[in-house]
Every structure is written in structure tokens, then in C-alpha cells.
């Protein structure tokens, strides 16, 4: 198995219908401005911008293997966003799975993540969180599996209709509280990535921990991240997504839009709030709004990449 | 933190260091504040991302961590700087690790802090109240 779980499948343009979108707002990157707006308003805009027929989905921290109150069926909730991805009219381009994909990195919670997620029957570029790193120092079960293309310590890049999606690893070193790191390596190898690119070429990093300081206090940054989102100040679009967070969480820097997903698992609480990250317990009813995808779609001019987040109830 | 200027010690500067030993280990202990096992419950559901009280995790089990030698959990690959810390978990120690772990034992695997000391007490309680 190499890192895409599945290839194959035919392209098929935009995603048109956001199906469960829910209460999900469709963001949208302009000459640097972000702006947030209804997604019915939305849709109507994108009618005005060209689309490039590049739409995909991002998945985050599945956590296999998890059982504890917070979720006690990951693999039900699971199921249930894959039953709604299946139900699109519109299939995406392909999946990113933004980490953490089982809880313990066991053989066995890796079968299970593989088998589900191949029911997508769609191509799926992985990352890995640091809870798919066996006793958070060895990879290569994880690389044995999904990492069997890529460079170094598990990083790589592809091209989709223009669009360079850059895969990082920022889970195997740790510092301050927690912090990611992404290493002098990487960071010579993504010099060197991007180096024969146009300035116009959209950029798309997928990443574990969040490559801006969202909260560095619970560890939720990459020490080294800075370094990393230098090396990308050129390109007119970046575009990072990232796992670890399990909550919706955005912020725009110039060209640079930064997202944090909602886990299928389980939900964490909101930065600083409470006595650290963690699983959050809500009531049974609300979890599965406090769950999700998130789906983007790239255009060019108005709005290079949008992003909609959809709970899987609202 | 330690903090010996405490009104009921505020006597004569011989009693203080005829007592030192018995003082520092009160003082101590008056620095955490008395924790509330129920809060403490709660409050652990943060820490379930890596542990549980009954299985190992990305860290070990807590069943009897209160009193219990640091790096002994059966079944558990340790850091080797846990192991070899030869640190026993009183309150008091678990306050320090919950503050900042890397600092009582560089090298250990958990980054994870709870900063308000308030809440550490809690969490401590609910752990000591699981033999």
C-alpha cells in the first residue's frame, strides 16, 4: 500500500451540492483578503470566478482504537461520515487525511482505518498525527503502510491540475509544551520543493499540528513552522490545513489562509479553555455536530480555494 | 512552589531552624491547594487522550499511580527517563510533573501541563481516590 490508499477514480468537476453543509460557512480566499460569507451567497459567487474542476475533502484524526466516553464508536462515526461522503452527488477529486488516523498505531487499528476508509474507493493522501507513530518514536509501521513514496521521514509533494500539495511531518520531535517540529531536513527538502515553482502556483500544506501558533501553550504550533511558511511568502496562495485540534479553527495572513479540521472522533475543547487538550465529553446529541468533514474547492481569480466545514449532524 | 513564610511558623528564628526538615515538608504540601476528587473526575477527561485509569495508552495506566514508583507499569515501554528517575508519585511530585513534565524529567514522552494549579490538585485527588 502506498501513500494514496486507492487510485482510480474519475474526476467529475466541481462539487456542486454541499449536501449535510448545514450551518458550514464557505470561505474564501481573495488577493490575500479573507472574507466569510452564507454559503448560498457563495455558491453564487463561485459562478463568477473560473473554475479549475479541482474540488477534494479533508478528514482528520479518525483515532482508531479510541474508546473512552468522549466517543466509545469511533468506527460508528467513522461510518457515518463515510456513508455521507459516499452520498455526495459529487464525488470529490480525492481525500487528504490530515493525521492521527488510528489511536495507538497498532496493526490491527491500522487494518481497520484501511479497511473503512477504502470503502471510499477513492485516491487518499496521508499524513501522519503523532498517534500513529508507535510509542511516538517509531514510523515506519505507519510508513510500511502509507509512506512508501515518500522522502525523508515520511514528507512529499504532488501535483493536481496545477495545484502543489506539499505533505509535511511535523509529529516526531516535540519542544515547549508540546510543540511540533518539522526539522532542519524537511525544511531543506521543501526549500528545494518549491524552488522551480511560479509565485502563481497554489500552494496546499497538509500537516498534523497546526504549522501556525494557534495555541502554544497546549502545545498547538510547530516550532519550527515559521522557518517552513517563509520558504512559501513568494506564492500569491497558500493554503494550510492541518489535524491534531479537532475543531474548526481559521486564521488569514496575507496570502496565507490557515485551517484546523474537526476530527470524525471526537470533539477537544476550544484554546485555553479548560485544563488542557483533550477529549471533550458532550452530550450524545451534540457530538456529531462537534464531528466532520471539510470540503474544498479550488478556482482561480475571486476565489483560488474554498473551504466548507460540515458537521455530521448540524 | 515552596513557601515558607507562613504566619503560624512566624516565630523565633532558632524554633524555624530547629524545624526546618518538618517545616519544608508542610510548607510543601500547603502550596497545593487541597484538591476535589468529583472536580478532579471531570477535569481527567482532558487527560484521556493519552491515559486511562484501567489501560495503557500512549501512556500508562493509573490505577495506584498515587504512591507508586515512577516507570513500573507492566506491559508499558517506558521512557528511559522515566525509568530512570526513581522518582516516587507523591501529590507533591505529580504537582510538579503536571506543571511542566519536561522539566522533572527531561526526555520523558509527556509534554502535557495543566497550568492552573487549582485544577492539578483535582485531578491528583481523583487519581488518589483510584487504589
Redesign the interface.
Known sequence: MDRILKDGVDRRGMLECMGWAGTGALFTLSGGLASSVALEGALAAGGQSKQIGLNFLQISDTHIGFK???NPDVVGTLNETIAKIKALPVQPDFIVHTGDIT??ATPEQFDTAQQLLGELNLPIHFIPGE?DIV??TNARPYLDRFGKETKGDGWYSFDVKGVHFIGLINVLA?V???MGSLGAAQLAWLKDDVAHLSASTPIVLLSHFPLWPLFP?W?WGTSDGPQALALLKRFASVTALNGHIHQIQRKVEGHMMFHAARSTAYP??APGV????????VPSEQLRSMLGISTLQVTTSVAPIAITDSPLAA | MIKFAKPAFAGTALLCLALTPALARRAHAQAMPKGDPALGKTLYQACMGCHSVDENDIGPKHRGVVGRKAGIVPGYNYSVAVKNSGIIWTPEKLNLWLTNPQKLVPGAKMFFSVANPKQRADIIAYLGTQK
Open positions: 473512552k466516553p468522549a489511536h495507538l498517534h510509542d511516538l516535540f515547549n509544551k508540546g501553550e502545545g477537544q475543547p479548560g485544563p488542557g487538550p483533550g477529549p471533550l465529553v
